[in-house]
């Protein structure tokens, strides 16, 4: 993997050490909005993900993931298994204290494939809130996440740390 700061999670971490040094909805349920209309079970098992996600619940994410699931922050090296996957999703937790996720629009692009626009964002420890715009393409197989990719711009996230 390459340097922590070039990740996301390294570069939220890196903030909000810099915001105390100085400090996928908020505190809850009410940013994650999808559009409106029937989904297929691949969209609602992603939305679910999202959801937990931005409740901080990584129990109910890590109920996705298999031992052979992979996830994909890119620029970065993927991430394979259940623990590399842990320790991923845990560090964004640990790194803010309140996740928002906007999802702007889904869609199932051939069966098992599941394509969403969003915003990630996340409260850093004191108080400033960091946006990731996100294209992500999640593969589903029998109800379960086997390679989540999420394309962002890391530069982007480094002005928003400054």
């Given at each position: 993997m390459r340097n922590w700061i070039s990740s996301r999670r390294g570069l939220i971490a890196g903030g909000a050490l810099v915001?105390?040094?100085g400090g996928f909805l908020l505190g809850g349920s009410r940013a994650l909005?999808?559009?409106e209309g029937p989904h297929s079970?691949?969209?609602?098992?992603i939305l679910t993900f999202c959801k937990a996600g931005q409740d901080r619940d990584?129990?109910?994410?890590m109920s996705f993931i298999d031992e052979d699931s992979?996830?994909?922050?890119?620029?970065?090296a993927p991430i394979v298994g259940r623990a590399g996957i842990r320790a991923l999703l845990g560090g964004y937790l640990t790194s803010s204290?309140?996740?928002?996720?906007?999802?702007?629009?889904?869609?199932e692009a051939?069966?098992?494939?599941?394509?969403?626009?969003?915003?990630?964002?996340?409260?850093?420890?004191?108080?400033?809130?960091?946006?990731?715009?996100?294209?992500?393409?999640?593969?589903?197989?029998?109800?379960?996440?086997?390679?989540?990719?999420?394309?962002?711009?890391?530069?982007?996230?480094r002005k928003q740390m400054a």
């Open positions: 915001s105390a040094a909005a999808a559009p079970k691949n969209v609602e098992l990584l129990e109910k994410q992979i996830y994909h922050n890119m620029p970065d204290d309140a996740t928002e996720i906007r999802v702007l629009a889904i869609s051939k069966p098992g494939l599941v394509l969403t626009e969003r915003v990630d964002r996340f409260r850093i420890k004191g108080g400033k809130w960091i946006d990731c715009p996100v294209m992500g393409a999640a593969e589903v197989r029998d109800g379960r996440l086997k390679h989540w990719r999420d394309y962002y711009d890391n530069e982007y996230l």
